[in-house]
Each structure stands twice: as structure tokens, then as C-alpha cells.
């Protein structure tokens, strides 16, 4: 019912900035809660943040808040994650996910998104 479309990823420099967007198409995309998480081979798909519609509320994990930002116009369809002062341990595919049910509080848990994104990589290095 939903697709979902991540762009913007790339190489940058350590310290610089990067904009993800996430696409979607398909019917209530303004209803459902959308998060990003980031994976590296060999590791487990890791939480980044979450936007929720009912209520804007927004989830970052620890280590990310304060650098990434997610936001999100439904006016546009399109979900973004700011990501700024960049590390090499960023470096990741980052993937667009969106939720159509009540996820009962568990935005970390990647179970409770059952619409996904085919990713985009982003690399951080000099």
C-alpha cells in the first residue's frame, strides 16, 4: 500500500552534512508514523529516529540526537533526516521505514514497521 524511496545519501567529508529524503507514494501516507534506521554489513539494522502523526513526536537514538533531525511534509509526501557534524561511524545504508499501526511506544524495534525502503548509502571519509 505504501513504497518508499530513499535519496540523498553520498560521500562526504567528516564534520560535513547530509539530507536524506524518503519518498512515498501509495495511499495515507499522512497517517502513518515513519522512522530511519542505518545498517552496516555484519550488524543488525540499528534505530536512527522516528516521527510519529498523531502527535509529531519525534524518537532519536542517544548517540544521534542533538546531530540528526527528522522532520517530515505531508504536504509533500516525503520524510527527511538532517544529519549533520558527520562521523566516520555514520557511515551506513540508511534505510526509510513507515508503520500503518500502533506500534504500542516500540519505535526502536524494526518489527514494528512493516513498509520499507531500498536504501541509500552513506559513507563518511576523508
Known amino acids: 500500500q505504501v513504497q518508499l524511496v530513499e535519496s540523498g545519501g553520498g560521500l562526504v567529508q567528516p564534520g560535513g552534512s547530509l539530507r536524506l529524503s524518503c519518498a512515498a507514494s501509495g495511499r495515507t501516507f499522512s497517517y502513518y508514523d515513519m522512522g530511519w534506521f542505518r545498517q552496516t554489513p555484519g550488524k543488525e539494522r540499528e534505530f536512527v529516529a522516528t516521527?510519529?502523526?498523531?502527535?509529531?513526536?519525534?524518537f532519536y537514538a542517544d548517540s544521534l540526537k542533538g546531530r540528526f533531525t527528522i522532520s517530515r511534509d505531508n504536504a509533500k509526501n516525503t520524510v527527511y533526516l538532517q544529519m549533520n557534524s558527520l562521523k566516520p561511524e555514520d557511515t551506513a545504508v540508511y534505510y526509510c521505514?513507515?508503520?500503518?499501526?500502533?506500534?504500542?511506544?516500540?519505535?526502536?524495534?524494526?518489527?514494528?514497521?512493516?513498509?520499507w525502503g531500498q536504501g541509500t548509502q552513506v559513507t563518511v571519509s576523508s
Open positions: 521505514a513507515a508503520s500503518s499501526g500502533d506500534m504500542g511506544g516500540n519505535y526502536r524495534q524494526t518489527q514494528q514497521y512493516n513498509y
Open positions: 516521527i510519529t502523526w498523531r502527535r509529531g513526536f519525534t
